[in-house]
């Protein structure tokens, strides 16, 4: 096929979209650590573990070798309002940096919420309300996943309660607004309406809060209230499972021109959006029948994977939530405050980082200010102007072809751009004055709360 009869937009028909998630655990050989409860340090198994989530959840979280997991009509219908999500070639960027290289980008931001999260927030909300639950309680740190949780609950009619890491909840009221506007509770965190709050409160008073401290107080806020369960937007296995919706689709856009990537990029939080991006492209890769450069982006200021250690640690601050083999900076680890954005989290997905131990995907971080550069380029050619989270994968995307351009290599590069910068102009504002910095942690820094990791053999 000739290359001009590549449009700028690849979308799918509605009947060309996926009916069923793909699990690639289960083409995975070295499958995954197990979840282990806190206080025995064993295995979780799934009676326990449904005391905090959804039962049909906690299948799919357990779940190493089912490999479709069809998609409910409900959930399948609410995906239709927003999906597919178009697989835009980057023409105008590949013009601007005058490169050989052919870039095309999934973009995730075509919904309210403004991001990924509410592919899987839809999931996790129907199989709530089909168990017959009151509500749901989670924690947000820039708010994306708040936003596309309290969506899909006032779609399904539950009630909804968010635990806002504070720094956030104070520079962005208008996020908390929207998460109002459908119905949650917005409260900052830590907060004085649980006890790990509390405690963390009192250990660490004008704390401006993180995730792991978050997800303790949502989690305790679960467990303590009837008809209620806590959810999450990213790390877990059935989220990475939910996202795969965008790797199918990706991958089905691809193959419906013949286009085979050679280089994947993603950024990575928790893992969720690389994850689900991959899936497919990993499994291939995984059963022996293609090979791809799959490359996580992470920030200098919270680099799980390329400095962190691949050990269990705890989820949270509060070590109330089981443990995961993961690469972590350690659960007490606290981004600087002037990093903007999200993918502050300590941690990552198991499953991505058996496959990066494994050496079947690489990993990079990248300084802030370079972010917002790209960022910024990439909103004067692109028209989008990117979440500083997508941002961190447009650096690497310009970068591999801007290495194309001196090797005169036509690769082609794929990655995710998770969503929409909009509630993010106080971190642009700060980069057009020239006061944004870059934090890095020094090595003893990471070490002193490395060397805190529970022991587990
Ligand atoms: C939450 C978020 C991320 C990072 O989360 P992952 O679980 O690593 O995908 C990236 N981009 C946007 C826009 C987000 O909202």
């Given amino acids: 096929m000739s290359e001009k009869k590549i449009p700028y937009k690849i979308y799918l028909e509605e009947k060309e979209m996926p009916t069923a998630w793909y699990n690639v655990r289960a083409d995975m050989k070295n499958k995954p650590a197990p979840l282990l409860n806190p206080g025995t340090l064993q295995p979780m198994k799934a009676d326990e573990l449904s005391h905090v989530f959804c039962e049909e959840l906690v299948n799919q979280e357990l779940d190493d070798t089912t490999a479709y997991f069809e998609i ?9 309002m927003y999906r597919p999500s178009p697989l835009v070639r980057a023409y105008c960027l590949e013009k601007k940096l005058d490169t050989p290289a052919k870039i095309y980008y999934k973009f995730e931001g075509n919904n309210t919420s403004g991001s990924h ?27 994306q996943w708040g936003t596309a949780l309290s969506m899909a609950c ?7 309660k968010v635990f806002m890491v504070k720094c956030s909840y104070e520079q962005k009221p208008f996020r908390r607004e929207v998460m109002r506007t459908y119905g949650a509770s917005v409260t900052p965190s830590p907060s004085s309406e649980t006890e790990v709050g509390r405690k963390i409160l009192a250990e660490h008073p004008g704390t401006s809060g993180s995730l792991g401290c978050a997800i303790s107080e949502a989690v305790e806020a679960a467990t ?26 990706t991958k089905a856009a691809l193959d419906k021109y013949g286009i085979k990537p050679d280089i994947i990029i993603g950024c990575a939080g928790g893992g969720s959006n690389l994850g689900g991006l991959i899936s497919p492209f990993m499994g291939e890769k995984l059963r022996g029948e293609a090979d791809y450069r799959i490359i996580a982006v992470e920030p200098a200021s919270c680099p799980s994977f390329t400095r962190g250690t691949y050990a269990y640690d705890f989820c949270d601050t509060g070590k109330v939530c089981p443990l995961a083999k993961m690469y972590t900076l350690g659960c007490d680890f606290m981004p600087a405050p002037n990093h903007a954005g999200g993918l502050r989290y300590h941690g990552m997905s198991s ?12 990993a990079t971080s990248v300084k802030q200010t370079d972010v917002f550069a790209a960022a910024e380029q990439f909103a004067r050619v692109e028209g989008i102007l990117p ?17 194309c351009k001196e090797t005169g290599e036509e690769k082609t590069i794929v990655f995710g751009l998770t969503g929409t910068g909009y509630f993010d102009m106080v971190a642009y504002e700060k980069f057009h004055d020239g006061v944004m910095s870059d934090y890095i942690p020094t090595d003893e820094e990471i070490k002193s709360y490395t060397d805190k990791l529970p022991k587990v053999d």
């Fill in 72 to 80: 409910p009509e409900q959930i399948r219908d609410f995906y239709k």
């Fill in 387 to 403: 979440a500083p989270e997508s941002s961190h994968a447009i650096r690497v995307a310009i970068d591999e072809a801007l290495k």
């Fill in 154 to 160: 006032s779609y399904f009619d539950l009630d909804c």
């Fill in 117 to 143: 999260k509410l592919n899987s927030a839809i999931a996790q909300a129907y199989y709530a309300k089909k168990q017959g639950l009151k509500g749901v309680t989670t924690e947000t740190g820039a708010g």
């Fill in 224 to 249: 303590s209230t009837e008809g209620y369960r806590y959810v999450l937007g990213s790390v877990l296995n059935q989220v990475l499972l939910h996202q795969s919706v965008i790797g199918l689709e």
């Fill in 351 to 362: 499953t991505l980082s058996q496959l990066y131990h494994d050496g079947l995907m690489e």
